[in-house]
């Protein structure tokens, strides 16, 4: 590695460090609670894909530090860096076996990477005539999946391990696609763009880019994640709002529903048994849920402890495990979670007890 770039690398380090308290555990009746502090207010961080290692990647940053990819676990937390001199990069996607896909900005676009566990990086390139590109998933073979943007508009792209790009098209009435998603088989989900609305969709290489649908009355539908039963998942959209969803493969559209006194929600993550973690609102706000076959959706915070100090208001990853990654907010003594919304954000890992 350049030696160049070490003084990024740490001066970074020390944000993150500031960023993250690296971590304490407390007892939860079904979960061990892994709280890795607070992000205070000035700072960025994103959280995006949570593995079976227990890994955790996204992005944080500050002002005038710019923004790093990075990893978490338990017991540490690192820079992933991006391309050579970037400012700016994010890990958006990660394979069970420690792989990560994001994107990191150039001197004149943003460009898909992946990073292999053994610490390569390597530019994933973009469509011939496009100069953008953002890879958001990648599955154990390698394969990843995202999309190319450039004068002809964004359109869904894969591309194999070896790093050749294929177009994988719009829905008919479209005029862009984005790929979030794909299995170990490399079927892949994602959301074809229209004018009015926008429609999920389920790629495989034996039919194509095939329309998920939406829920009965409603006009538009995005996909989020997918696993390797190609359980697909989201959310529908109409007149009533938001709704997270399930689409079995080659079954019709299941509403997950809202928590008590909610009007919206949104599925975030599903693991191999098809459970599913999201966002819902709630009568106290905005809430992390876990929705299972057997016990429908369920607001994550009754599993914190009693007396936590903090809400959690989105579940953004679920593994083969059934750990959680959530976000929240810091209480400040509001009680039901109103009102906190400029807090200081807080990072959780859910850890199921035996």
Same mark, same amino acid.
């Given at each position: 590695m350049d030696d160049r770039s070490v003084p990024i690398r740490r001066s970074f380090a020390a944000v993150l460090a500031g960023a993250l308290a690296l971590a304490s555990v407390v007892s939860a009746p079904a979960y061990d609670v892994v709280d890795f502090g607070s992000i205070q207010e000035g700072q960025t961080f994103v959280v995006r894909a949570l593995n079976s290692l227990g890994h955790i990647v996204g992005g944080a940053g500050s002002f005038g530090r710019g923004h790093r990819a990075l990893r978490l676990t338990r017991t540490s937390l690192e820079d992933l860096e991006g391309f050579f001199g970037t400012d700016w990069s994010a890990a958006l996607g990660q394979n069970e076996l420690g792989d990560v896909v994001g994107s990191s900005n150039t001197a004149t676009a943003v460009r898909a990477f992946v990073r292999l566990r053994d610490g390569t990086i390597r530019d994933l390139g973009? *469509?011939?005539g496009d100069n953008g590109s953002e890879a958001l998933g990648i599955n154990r073979q390698g394969e990843a999946v995202g999309y190319s943007s450039g004068p002809r508009g964004? #359109?869904?792209v894969l591309w194999d391990r070896q790093g050749a790009i294929l177009a994988l098209g719009v829905l008919p009435g479209g005029d862009g696609s984005r790929a979030v998603a794909l299995n170990d088989a490399g079927d892949v989900a994602g959301t074809s763009t229209r004018l009015r609305s926008n429609r999920a969709f389920l790629w495989t290489r034996g039919g194509g880019m095939q329309d998920l649908g939406t829920l009965p009355g409603d006009n538009g539908s995005e996909a989020i994640g997918i696993n390797n039963r190609t359980d697909v998942i989201g959310h529908s959209s109409g007149p009533g709002g938001d709704?997270?969803?399930?689409w079995p493969r080659g079954g019709s559209p299941q509403n997950l529903g809202t928590l008590p006194g909610g009007d919206h929600s949104r599925a975030l993550a599903v693991n191999e048994r098809g459970d599913v973690v999201g966002v819902s609102t709630s009568a106290s706000g905005l809430r992390?849920? +876990?929705?299972t076959r057997a016990g429908g959706m369920q607001d994550l915070n009754a599993s914190l402890?009693? %007396?936590s100090n903090f809400v959690l208001s989105k579940a953004v %990853?679920?593994?083969? #495990?059934g750990e959680i990654v959530a976000t929240g907010h810091e209480d400040q003594g509001h009680g039901d979670g109103h009102g906190n919304h400029d807090a200081p954000t807080r990072v959780? *890992? +859910?850890v199921p007890r035996p």
């Open positions: 973009a *469509l011939p964004v #359109q869904a709704r997270a969803v399930l992390a849920f +876990l929705w402890p009693p %007396g %990853g679920i593994n083969n #495990q959780v *890992l +859910l």
